[in-house]
């Protein structure tokens, strides 16, 4: 099952759900543009848009979303001798828009 079937299938439960799209990289990235990451509202996740702190970080803003409704969209890079740092192990730039599915 994909995280859209997944985030289907919360929705049917009842719960609140945000959901982040990788919508553009630059150079390396992790994970692909159009990569999804779900997440509710207690937390729960499902699928991944990068990795390391960044996918943390993405979460949080997530449950924010969540809590006030109002998208957003996340820009994460690094310069190559911080990429293991942060969680961009590959030096890239990454894009994400996290908003609520109604």
Do not use: Y
């Amino acid at each position: 099952m994909d995280e859209l079937e997944i985030a289907e299938v919360w929705q049917q439960e009842g719960r609140k759900i945000a959901i982040a799209t990788v919508v553009e990289t630059w150079g390396s990235a992790p994970r692909p543009v159009g990569s999804h990451l779900i997440i509710d509202s207690e937390g729960n996740f499902e699928g991944s848009v990068s990795g390391g702190c960044v996918e943390g970080s993405v979460i949080s803003e997530a449950l924010d979303v969540i809590e006030d409704g109002n998208s957003r969209v996340l820009n994460f890079g690094v310069a190559d001798e911080k990429a293991w740092e942060v969680g961009l192990s590959c030096g890239g730039k990454i894009r994400i828009l996290v908003e609520m599915i109604n």
